[in-house]
């Protein structure tokens, strides 16, 4: 079977690592690898997001925790009903999923929160593998940005044409799971008023309704 992750060593990516490494130098407390996957047993919901945050998910180990963006992610899924407890910023505040499962594209924090094409392409193993993982649980996915949005539709066969990303846009996967795409919930898209906190919080409505169908 397919690792679901990578080795905290990695070395696919030789800027990622390259990285990695100097994070380590500048912030020995971090926790300054890979990612790995974050899911409840047989989560209904995955949400696919880029790439790790400096000081988020680099920071804490766990995915989209100790920055922005998680703020607006575990606020959105509490009220939900997928997260339980109180977010804290921090891999040990006791938060837990409920049904959902969150995972990155790209494992490792790219320089400018920007990851090329190759670092993408070098990570999707990963992805797959996680995907297949998964198969018999998961009714719908969340992509947030392009990126993953597109990353994602790699691991089908599919036209990304006809899956054009979207905020609130909904495709039927070949698989017949239901795709959704969401901008990311980033401070500057928030800050830009690009997403709003309630188009945020509508997307995981609509995840609900599906589940409910």
């Known amino acids: 079977m397919a690792a679901l992750d990578p080795a905290a060593n990695c070395g696919r990516c030789p800027r990622l690592k390259s990285y990695r490494l100097d994070s380590k ?3 020995p407390t971090f926790f300054n690898a ?3 996957n974050w899911a409840s047993p047989q989560p209904r919901v995955m ?3 880029m790439a790790p945050g400096m000081k988020g998910a680099n920071r804490t ?7 922005f963006a998680g703020d607006l992610l575990f606020d959105t899924l509490i009220q939900h009903g997928f997260a339980n407890g109180v977010y804290g910023n ?11 499962a969150i995972i990155n594209v790209v494992r490792c924090v790219p320089p400018q929160n920007k990851p090329t094409a190759s670092e993408v392409n070098n990570c999707r193993r990963y992805l797959e593998a996680t995907l297949k993982h998964y198969r018999n649980d998961v009714e719908v996915f969340v992509t947030l940005g392009s990126i993953a949005h597109n990353s994602f539709l790699s691991c089908f066969d599919v036209r990304k044409k006809d899956f054009k990303f979207g905020h609130g846009a909904a495709f039927e996967l070949p698989s017949g799971q239901t795709l959704l795409s969401s901008y990311h919930c980033s401070r500057y898209n928030v800050n830009t008023n690009v997403l709003t ?3 945020f919080g509508d997307i995981f409505s609509r995840v609900r309704e599906i589940l409910s169908e």
């Open 25 to 27: 130098r500048n912030f």
């Open 197 to 199: 906190p309630k188009m």
């Open 90 to 100: 921090s891999a040990d505040d006791g938060l837990t999923l409920n049904e959902c």
């Open 61 to 67: 180990g766990r995915t989209f925790t100790g920055d």
């Open 47 to 49: 949400i696919v997001g």
């Open 34 to 36: 890979p990612v790995p």
